[in-house]
Protein backbone atom coordinates (compact mmCIF):
# COMPACT_ATOMS: atom_id res chain seq x y z
CA UNK A 1 0.00 0.00 0.00
CA UNK A 2 1.72 3.45 -1.13
CA UNK A 3 1.66 5.56 1.85
CA UNK A 4 -0.91 8.65 1.50
CA UNK A 5 -0.20 12.35 1.75
CA UNK A 6 -2.25 14.29 4.37
CA UNK A 7 -1.92 17.91 3.66
CA UNK A 8 -3.28 20.98 5.99
CA UNK A 9 -5.57 23.58 4.53
CA UNK A 10 -6.98 26.54 6.15
CA UNK A 11 -8.71 28.01 3.42
CA UNK A 12 -10.39 26.72 0.02
CA UNK A 13 -6.74 28.01 -2.12
CA UNK A 14 -4.98 26.18 0.05
CA UNK A 15 -7.12 23.06 -0.06
CA UNK A 16 -6.82 23.69 -3.97
CA UNK A 17 -3.11 23.96 -3.78
CA UNK A 18 -2.78 21.23 -1.99
CA UNK A 19 -4.94 18.79 -4.59
CA UNK A 20 -3.24 20.21 -7.52
CA UNK A 21 -0.01 19.60 -5.71
CA UNK A 22 -0.76 16.25 -5.10
CA UNK A 23 -2.00 15.69 -1.79
CA UNK A 24 -4.15 12.51 -1.25
CA UNK A 25 -5.80 14.12 1.66
CA UNK A 26 -6.46 17.52 2.88
CA UNK A 27 -7.85 17.81 6.38
CA UNK A 28 -9.63 21.07 7.21
CA UNK A 29 -11.57 22.36 10.57
CA UNK A 30 -14.66 24.60 10.97
CA UNK A 31 -14.93 28.26 12.13
CA UNK A 32 -15.13 27.62 15.48
CA UNK A 33 -13.14 26.26 18.50
CA UNK A 34 -14.25 22.73 17.11
CA UNK A 35 -10.93 22.57 15.86
CA UNK A 36 -7.21 23.20 17.08
CA UNK A 37 -6.68 26.10 15.16
CA UNK A 38 -9.39 28.32 15.78
CA UNK A 39 -8.07 31.50 14.92
CA UNK A 40 -9.20 34.36 12.93
CA UNK A 41 -10.63 34.82 9.88
CA UNK A 42 -9.12 30.76 8.85
CA UNK A 43 -11.15 27.64 8.13
CA UNK A 44 -14.17 26.52 6.40
CA UNK A 45 -17.79 28.14 6.78
CA UNK A 46 -20.36 25.89 4.93
CA UNK A 47 -19.80 26.96 1.16
CA UNK A 48 -16.21 26.70 1.42
CA UNK A 49 -16.38 23.07 2.69
CA UNK A 50 -19.23 22.21 0.42
CA UNK A 51 -16.91 24.26 -2.60
CA UNK A 52 -13.54 22.24 -1.23
CA UNK A 53 -15.24 18.82 -0.73
CA UNK A 54 -16.49 18.77 -4.71
CA UNK A 55 -13.27 20.02 -5.64
CA UNK A 56 -11.14 17.14 -3.70
CA UNK A 57 -13.21 14.36 -4.85
CA UNK A 58 -13.40 14.85 -8.79
CA UNK A 59 -10.07 14.93 -8.53
CA UNK A 60 -9.75 11.81 -6.42
CA UNK A 61 -8.94 13.59 -2.89
CA UNK A 62 -10.40 13.04 0.12
CA UNK A 63 -11.06 16.07 3.29
CA UNK A 64 -10.72 14.90 6.62
CA UNK A 65 -12.64 17.21 9.08
CA UNK A 66 -10.30 17.92 12.65
CA UNK A 67 -12.86 17.79 15.31
CA UNK A 68 -10.17 17.84 17.98
CA UNK A 69 -10.82 19.58 20.67
CA UNK A 70 -12.76 19.12 24.15
CA UNK A 71 -16.35 19.96 24.10
CA UNK A 72 -17.86 20.55 27.42
CA UNK A 73 -21.37 19.91 28.38
CA UNK A 74 -22.35 23.75 27.91
CA UNK A 75 -21.47 23.41 24.77
CA UNK A 76 -21.68 20.11 23.69
CA UNK A 77 -24.10 20.54 21.09
CA UNK A 78 -22.06 22.34 18.84
CA UNK A 79 -19.87 19.83 18.70
CA UNK A 80 -22.18 16.66 17.44
CA UNK A 81 -23.38 19.36 15.02
CA UNK A 82 -20.12 19.65 13.61
CA UNK A 83 -20.24 16.17 13.02
CA UNK A 84 -23.67 15.92 11.54
CA UNK A 85 -22.41 18.60 9.17
CA UNK A 86 -19.36 16.43 8.11
CA UNK A 87 -21.69 13.58 7.52
CA UNK A 88 -23.74 15.76 5.29
CA UNK A 89 -20.88 17.27 3.12
CA UNK A 90 -19.38 13.93 2.16
CA UNK A 91 -16.29 14.13 4.40
CA UNK A 92 -14.10 11.29 3.90
CA UNK A 93 -13.32 10.78 7.65
CA UNK A 94 -13.16 12.99 11.30
CA UNK A 95 -10.49 13.66 13.21
CA UNK A 96 -12.05 13.10 16.98
CA UNK A 97 -10.20 13.24 20.41
CA UNK A 98 -13.31 13.34 22.76
CA UNK A 99 -14.68 9.57 23.78
CA UNK A 100 -17.82 11.06 24.06
CA UNK A 101 -18.12 13.01 20.67
CA UNK A 102 -16.56 9.44 18.98
CA UNK A 103 -19.62 7.64 20.44
CA UNK A 104 -21.92 9.88 18.96
CA UNK A 105 -20.37 9.69 15.51
CA UNK A 106 -20.37 6.11 15.62
CA UNK A 107 -24.03 5.83 17.31
CA UNK A 108 -25.43 8.35 14.71
CA UNK A 109 -23.29 8.16 11.79
CA UNK A 110 -21.82 4.90 11.84
CA UNK A 111 -20.74 4.94 8.14
CA UNK A 112 -18.38 8.08 8.68
CA UNK A 113 -15.07 7.15 8.80
CA UNK A 114 -13.62 8.28 12.40
CA UNK A 115 -9.54 8.76 12.81
CA UNK A 116 -8.56 9.37 16.58
CA UNK A 117 -6.61 12.84 16.48
CA UNK A 118 -2.76 13.23 17.93
CA UNK A 119 -5.15 15.17 20.44
CA UNK A 120 -5.96 12.12 21.97
CA UNK A 121 -2.64 11.53 23.03
CA UNK A 122 -2.66 7.90 22.52
CA UNK A 123 0.92 6.40 22.16
CA UNK A 124 0.11 2.78 23.07
CA UNK A 125 -0.95 0.20 20.40
CA UNK A 126 -3.71 -0.96 24.06
CA UNK A 127 -4.87 2.53 24.06
CA UNK A 128 -5.11 2.82 20.16
CA UNK A 129 -7.20 -0.69 20.14
CA UNK A 130 -9.40 0.20 23.27
CA UNK A 131 -10.67 3.09 20.76
CA UNK A 132 -10.89 0.53 17.93
CA UNK A 133 -13.07 -1.81 19.81
CA UNK A 134 -15.16 1.09 21.35
CA UNK A 135 -15.56 3.21 18.89
CA UNK A 136 -14.27 1.37 15.70
CA UNK A 137 -11.59 4.24 15.32
CA UNK A 138 -10.14 3.15 11.51
CA UNK A 139 -6.95 4.98 11.59
CA UNK A 140 -4.77 6.38 14.71
CA UNK A 141 -2.46 9.97 14.47
CA UNK A 142 0.60 9.21 16.36
CA UNK A 143 1.60 11.78 19.06
CA UNK A 144 5.16 12.79 18.13
CA UNK A 145 6.75 11.39 20.90
CA UNK A 146 7.94 7.44 19.44
CA UNK A 147 10.61 6.34 18.54
CA UNK A 148 9.92 5.09 15.10
CA UNK A 149 11.30 0.87 16.96
CA UNK A 150 8.41 2.39 18.98
CA UNK A 151 6.03 3.04 16.01
CA UNK A 152 6.47 -0.06 14.51
CA UNK A 153 5.61 -2.09 17.47
CA UNK A 154 2.07 -0.07 17.46
CA UNK A 155 2.07 -0.88 13.87
CA UNK A 156 2.53 -4.62 14.34
CA UNK A 157 -0.18 -5.05 17.23
CA UNK A 158 -2.52 -3.06 15.74
CA UNK A 159 -5.67 -3.79 13.27
CA UNK A 160 -5.72 0.77 13.15
CA UNK A 161 -3.86 1.92 10.03
CA UNK A 162 -1.17 4.28 11.70
CA UNK A 163 -0.85 8.10 10.11
CA UNK A 164 2.78 10.10 11.37
CA UNK A 165 3.77 13.25 11.90
CA UNK A 166 6.38 14.00 8.59
CA UNK A 167 6.96 17.54 8.44
CA UNK A 168 6.23 20.80 10.29
CA UNK A 169 6.27 23.00 13.62
CA UNK A 170 7.26 21.08 16.72
CA UNK A 171 5.30 21.77 20.04
CA UNK A 172 5.36 20.42 23.57
CA UNK A 173 3.72 18.06 22.40
CA UNK A 174 1.52 16.99 25.53
CA UNK A 175 -1.28 17.11 23.44
CA UNK A 176 -4.78 17.12 24.33
CA UNK A 177 -3.60 17.76 28.23
CA UNK A 178 -1.09 20.66 27.70
CA UNK A 179 -2.42 23.79 29.83
CA UNK A 180 0.89 25.88 29.25
CA UNK A 181 -1.71 28.33 26.76
CA UNK A 182 -4.02 28.54 29.67
CA UNK A 183 -1.65 29.29 32.50
CA UNK A 184 -1.01 32.75 30.64
CA UNK A 185 -3.95 33.47 29.10
CA UNK A 186 -7.18 31.14 31.16
CA UNK A 187 -7.81 29.50 27.38
CA UNK A 188 -5.97 26.16 26.28
CA UNK A 189 -6.04 24.56 22.62
CA UNK A 190 -7.81 21.78 24.36
CA UNK A 191 -11.21 23.16 24.53
CA UNK A 192 -10.88 26.86 22.58
CA UNK A 193 -8.69 25.58 19.89
CA UNK A 194 -5.85 27.67 20.15
CA UNK A 195 -2.87 28.13 21.44
CA UNK A 196 -1.83 32.01 22.37
CA UNK A 197 -5.27 33.02 20.57
CA UNK A 198 -4.12 35.97 18.68
CA UNK A 199 -6.11 38.75 21.16
CA UNK A 200 -3.31 37.93 23.44
CA UNK A 201 -0.43 37.97 21.21
CA UNK A 202 1.60 41.12 20.63
CA UNK A 203 4.74 41.65 18.83
CA UNK A 204 7.21 44.73 19.47
CA UNK A 205 10.57 45.89 17.81
CA UNK A 206 12.51 47.67 20.52
CA UNK A 207 15.78 48.65 21.03
CA UNK A 208 16.90 45.16 22.46
CA UNK A 209 15.18 43.24 19.76
CA UNK A 210 11.67 42.23 19.05
CA UNK A 211 9.49 41.44 21.87
CA UNK A 212 6.88 38.51 21.98
CA UNK A 213 4.23 38.81 25.40
CA UNK A 214 1.61 36.57 25.26
CA UNK A 215 -1.17 38.40 27.59
CA UNK A 216 1.48 40.93 28.76
CA UNK A 217 4.03 38.37 29.55
CA UNK A 218 7.52 38.53 27.87
CA UNK A 219 8.06 35.29 26.20
CA UNK A 220 10.82 35.88 24.14
CA UNK A 221 12.71 38.72 22.58
CA UNK A 222 14.96 37.50 19.05
CA UNK A 223 18.10 39.58 18.22
CA UNK A 224 17.96 41.43 14.77
CA UNK A 225 19.55 37.86 13.06
CA UNK A 226 17.31 35.32 15.33
CA UNK A 227 14.94 33.34 13.57
CA UNK A 228 11.77 33.45 15.11
CA UNK A 229 8.90 31.20 16.33
CA UNK A 230 5.95 31.05 16.76
CA UNK A 231 4.78 32.53 20.14
CA UNK A 232 3.50 29.66 22.41
CA UNK A 233 4.57 29.49 25.92
CA UNK A 234 6.30 26.39 25.29
CA UNK A 235 9.21 27.98 23.01
CA UNK A 236 9.96 30.93 24.82
CA UNK A 237 13.24 31.37 26.49
CA UNK A 238 12.72 32.12 30.59
CA UNK A 239 15.33 32.97 33.43
CA UNK A 240 15.73 30.18 35.38
CA UNK A 241 18.15 29.95 37.81
CA UNK A 242 21.10 32.70 36.37
CA UNK A 243 20.46 31.66 33.26
CA UNK A 244 17.89 32.65 30.32
CA UNK A 245 17.16 30.33 27.59
CA UNK A 246 14.29 27.86 25.98
CA UNK A 247 14.08 26.11 29.48
CA UNK A 248 11.30 23.68 27.62
CA UNK A 249 11.79 24.12 24.32
CA UNK A 250 13.75 25.99 21.20
CA UNK A 251 11.61 26.67 18.14
CA UNK A 252 12.43 23.83 16.05
CA UNK A 253 10.57 22.01 12.58
CA UNK A 254 10.03 18.51 11.98
CA UNK A 255 11.37 16.91 9.11
CA UNK A 256 11.46 13.25 8.65
CA UNK A 257 12.40 13.00 4.84
CA UNK A 258 15.16 10.75 5.49
CA UNK A 259 13.33 8.67 7.56
CA UNK A 260 10.57 7.54 4.48
CA UNK A 261 12.50 4.36 3.83
CA UNK A 262 12.29 3.26 7.26
CA UNK A 263 8.39 4.34 7.51
CA UNK A 264 7.33 3.26 4.35
CA UNK A 265 8.90 -0.27 5.41
CA UNK A 266 7.48 -0.49 8.35
CA UNK A 267 3.36 -0.15 6.92
CA UNK A 268 3.04 3.57 7.82
CA UNK A 269 -0.43 4.08 5.97
CA UNK A 270 0.01 8.38 5.88
CA UNK A 271 1.81 10.88 6.24
CA UNK A 272 0.73 14.25 7.75
CA UNK A 273 2.16 17.65 7.49
CA UNK A 274 1.41 20.09 10.02
CA UNK A 275 0.38 23.58 8.85
CA UNK A 276 -3.59 24.61 9.01
CA UNK A 277 -2.50 27.99 10.26
CA UNK A 278 -0.34 28.81 7.16
CA UNK A 279 -0.88 30.30 3.53
CA UNK A 280 -1.64 28.57 0.87
CA UNK A 281 2.01 29.01 -0.75
CA UNK A 282 3.53 27.22 1.89
CA UNK A 283 0.80 23.96 1.45
CA UNK A 284 1.79 24.25 -2.01
CA UNK A 285 5.51 24.37 -1.49
CA UNK A 286 5.65 21.15 0.71
CA UNK A 287 3.00 19.62 -0.68
CA UNK A 288 4.95 19.19 -3.75
CA UNK A 289 8.40 18.06 -1.97
CA UNK A 290 6.02 15.30 0.00
CA UNK A 291 4.72 14.42 -3.21
CA UNK A 292 7.91 13.73 -5.02
CA UNK A 293 9.56 12.23 -2.24
CA UNK A 294 6.60 9.82 -1.58
CA UNK A 295 6.59 9.06 -5.22
CA UNK A 296 10.39 8.13 -5.00
CA UNK A 297 10.77 5.97 -2.19
CA UNK A 298 7.84 3.61 -3.75
CA UNK A 299 10.58 2.83 -6.55
CA UNK A 300 13.29 3.45 -4.62
CA UNK A 301 13.07 2.01 -1.38
CA UNK A 302 15.86 1.60 0.76
CA UNK A 303 18.27 3.50 -2.07
CA UNK A 304 16.16 6.65 -1.74
CA UNK A 305 17.67 9.61 -0.74
CA UNK A 306 16.06 13.27 -0.72
CA UNK A 307 16.92 15.44 -2.84
CA UNK A 308 19.08 18.65 -1.57
CA UNK A 309 16.78 21.12 -3.40
CA UNK A 310 14.09 19.74 -1.35
CA UNK A 311 15.57 20.01 2.13
CA UNK A 312 16.57 23.57 1.24
CA UNK A 313 13.05 24.32 0.10
CA UNK A 314 11.37 22.80 3.44
CA UNK A 315 14.36 24.48 5.35
CA UNK A 316 13.13 28.09 4.10
CA UNK A 317 9.70 27.40 5.33
CA UNK A 318 10.28 26.02 8.48
CA UNK A 319 9.84 27.44 12.04
CA UNK A 320 12.78 28.29 14.38
CA UNK A 321 16.39 28.07 14.07
CA UNK A 322 16.91 23.96 12.74
CA UNK A 323 15.27 20.89 11.83
CA UNK A 324 15.04 17.95 13.78
CA UNK A 325 14.31 13.95 13.12
CA UNK A 326 12.09 14.46 16.91
CA UNK A 327 11.86 11.42 18.25
CA UNK A 328 11.06 9.23 15.78
CA UNK A 329 15.16 8.87 15.42
CA UNK A 330 17.15 7.53 18.70
CA UNK A 331 19.80 5.81 17.29
CA UNK A 332 21.30 5.30 20.90
CA UNK A 333 18.57 2.88 21.84
CA UNK B 1 9.89 25.58 -6.03
CA UNK B 2 11.66 28.47 -5.22
CA UNK B 3 9.95 31.90 -5.66
CA UNK B 4 9.56 33.13 -9.33
CA UNK B 5 10.35 37.02 -7.84
CA UNK B 6 13.81 37.72 -7.37
CA UNK B 7 14.85 39.40 -4.42
CA UNK B 8 15.62 42.68 -4.71
CA UNK B 9 15.31 46.16 -2.10
CA UNK B 10 15.05 49.85 -3.12
CA UNK B 11 17.89 51.40 -3.59
CA UNK B 12 18.56 53.67 -0.45
CA UNK B 13 18.69 56.82 -2.81
CA UNK B 14 14.98 56.30 -4.11
CA UNK B 15 13.96 55.34 -0.42
CA UNK B 16 15.57 58.56 0.58
CA UNK B 17 13.09 60.43 -2.00
CA UNK B 18 10.14 58.44 -1.53
CA UNK B 19 10.73 59.35 2.22
CA UNK B 20 10.62 62.66 1.28
CA UNK B 21 7.41 62.92 -0.87
CA UNK B 22 4.03 63.26 0.07
CA UNK B 23 2.65 60.29 0.99
CA UNK B 24 -1.07 60.96 0.36
CA UNK B 25 -0.67 59.75 -3.58
CA UNK B 26 0.78 56.35 -2.77
CA UNK B 27 -1.94 55.59 0.32
CA UNK B 28 -4.74 57.14 -2.06
CA UNK B 29 -3.57 54.48 -4.39
CA UNK B 30 -3.56 51.56 -2.05
CA UNK B 31 -6.48 52.27 -0.71
CA UNK B 32 -8.88 52.49 -4.23
CA UNK B 33 -7.02 49.14 -4.92
CA UNK B 34 -8.56 48.11 -1.47
CA UNK B 35 -11.83 49.20 -2.49
CA UNK B 36 -12.27 48.04 -5.81
CA UNK B 37 -11.48 43.95 -3.94
CA UNK B 38 -13.87 45.51 -0.99
CA UNK B 39 -17.33 44.05 -1.55
CA UNK B 40 -15.91 41.90 -5.00
CA UNK B 41 -13.10 39.98 -3.54
CA UNK B 42 -12.77 40.70 -0.30
CA UNK B 43 -15.09 39.98 2.13
CA UNK B 44 -16.68 43.38 4.14
CA UNK B 45 -18.79 41.11 6.75
CA UNK B 46 -15.26 39.72 7.40
CA UNK B 47 -13.51 42.79 7.75
CA UNK B 48 -16.09 44.62 10.03
CA UNK B 49 -13.72 44.05 13.07
CA UNK B 50 -11.21 46.35 11.20
CA UNK B 51 -13.85 49.38 11.17
CA UNK B 52 -12.55 52.83 12.48
CA UNK B 53 -9.24 50.90 13.16
CA UNK B 54 -5.79 52.69 11.89
CA UNK B 55 -3.59 50.77 9.82
CA UNK B 56 0.32 51.76 9.24
CA UNK B 57 1.62 49.32 6.27
CA UNK B 58 5.11 50.25 5.89
CA UNK B 59 7.39 49.31 3.13
CA UNK B 60 10.60 49.23 4.74
CA UNK B 61 13.23 49.77 1.88
CA UNK B 62 11.27 51.83 -0.33
CA UNK B 63 10.59 54.81 2.39
CA UNK B 64 7.26 54.55 2.56
CA UNK B 65 4.45 54.51 5.38
CA UNK B 66 1.04 54.76 4.25
CA UNK B 67 -1.79 54.57 6.54
CA UNK B 68 -5.19 54.06 6.41
CA UNK B 69 -8.67 53.01 7.87
CA UNK B 70 -11.71 51.17 6.42
CA UNK B 71 -15.26 53.66 7.05
CA UNK B 72 -18.27 53.07 5.65
CA UNK B 73 -17.47 53.93 2.47
CA UNK B 74 -14.31 51.94 1.85
CA UNK B 75 -10.60 52.49 2.84
CA UNK B 76 -9.21 56.12 2.62
CA UNK B 77 -6.18 57.47 3.93
CA UNK B 78 -5.88 59.03 7.32
CA UNK B 79 -3.00 61.56 8.35
CA UNK B 80 -4.36 62.58 12.45
CA UNK B 81 -2.90 61.47 15.44
CA UNK B 82 -4.56 58.43 16.99
CA UNK B 83 -2.21 55.74 17.64
CA UNK B 84 -2.02 53.14 15.12
CA UNK B 85 -4.01 50.00 15.89
CA UNK B 86 -2.17 47.57 13.59
CA UNK B 87 1.70 48.00 12.19
CA UNK B 88 2.88 45.55 9.23
CA UNK B 89 6.21 46.06 7.91
CA UNK B 90 8.33 44.17 4.83
CA UNK B 91 10.20 45.31 1.92
CA UNK B 92 8.59 46.10 -1.44
CA UNK B 93 9.67 42.66 -2.88
CA UNK B 94 7.89 40.54 -0.06
CA UNK B 95 4.84 42.35 -0.13
CA UNK B 96 5.06 42.06 -3.29
CA UNK B 97 5.58 38.49 -3.02
CA UNK B 98 2.68 37.70 -0.18
CA UNK B 99 -0.04 39.51 -3.04
CA UNK B 100 1.21 37.06 -5.28
CA UNK B 101 1.34 34.11 -3.40
CA UNK B 102 4.80 32.99 -3.73
CA UNK B 103 5.37 33.58 -0.04
CA UNK B 104 3.60 32.13 3.24
CA UNK B 105 3.53 34.71 6.01
CA UNK B 106 5.05 32.96 8.87
CA UNK B 107 7.83 31.93 6.51
CA UNK B 108 8.99 35.59 6.21
CA UNK B 109 8.19 35.99 9.95
CA UNK B 110 10.20 33.37 11.02
CA UNK B 111 13.09 34.67 8.83
CA UNK B 112 12.47 38.21 10.23
CA UNK B 113 11.34 39.53 6.93
CA UNK B 114 7.74 40.07 8.28
CA UNK B 115 7.19 41.83 11.17
CA UNK B 116 3.33 42.51 12.69
CA UNK B 117 2.95 45.05 15.61
CA UNK B 118 -0.24 46.09 17.91
CA UNK B 119 -3.29 44.24 17.49
CA UNK B 120 -2.27 40.86 16.54
CA UNK B 121 -5.91 39.60 15.97
CA UNK B 122 -6.64 42.56 13.52
CA UNK B 123 -3.15 41.28 12.00
CA UNK B 124 -4.28 37.52 11.44
CA UNK B 125 -7.94 38.38 10.21
CA UNK B 126 -6.44 40.82 7.31
CA UNK B 127 -3.73 37.78 6.89
CA UNK B 128 -6.00 34.82 6.68
CA UNK B 129 -8.79 36.74 4.94
CA UNK B 130 -6.63 37.61 2.02
CA UNK B 131 -5.52 34.03 2.17
CA UNK B 132 -8.82 32.65 1.73
CA UNK B 133 -9.94 34.92 -1.49
CA UNK B 134 -10.26 32.53 -4.13
CA UNK B 135 -8.69 33.79 -7.07
CA UNK B 136 -9.13 31.11 -9.20
CA UNK B 137 -13.09 31.56 -9.07
CA UNK B 138 -13.35 34.95 -9.06
CA UNK B 139 -10.93 35.47 -12.43
CA UNK B 140 -13.40 35.85 -14.97
CA UNK B 141 -15.55 37.79 -12.56
CA UNK B 142 -12.37 40.65 -11.51
CA UNK B 143 -12.57 43.94 -13.69
CA UNK B 144 -9.51 43.97 -16.61
CA UNK B 145 -7.21 45.88 -14.97
CA UNK B 146 -5.18 44.87 -11.30
CA UNK B 147 -5.59 42.42 -8.86
CA UNK B 148 -4.80 39.69 -10.57
CA UNK B 149 -1.87 37.50 -9.10
CA UNK B 150 -0.36 34.70 -11.69
Not at chain 2, 35 to 58: F, I, T, Y
Amino acid sequence: MAIELVCPAGSLPALKTAVDAGADCVYVGLRDATNARNFTGLNFDDRALADGVAYAHARGAKVLLALNTYPRSDNWARWTAAVDTAAERGIDAVILADPGLMRYALRTHPSLRRHLSVQGSATSYEAINFYHEQFGIQRAVLPRVLSLAQVEQVIAHTPVEIELFGFGGLCVMVEGRCALSAYATGESPNCNGACSPGKYVRWEQTAAGMEARVNGILIDRFAADERAGYPTLCKGRFAVGSETYYAIEEPTSLNTLELLPEIARMGVAAIKIEGRQRSPAYVGQVTRVWRQAIDRVAHEGDRFRPDAAWLRELARVSEGQSQTLGAYHRPWK
Amino acid sequence: MEPKLPAFIVPGRVAALVGRLPQLPPALALAGALNLALGRVLPREQLEPLAGKRLLVRVTDAGLALRFALGANGFRPVFDRQPDDLRISATLRDFLALALREEDADTLFFGRRLLMEGDTELGLLVKNTLDAVDWAALRPALPRVGLRPG
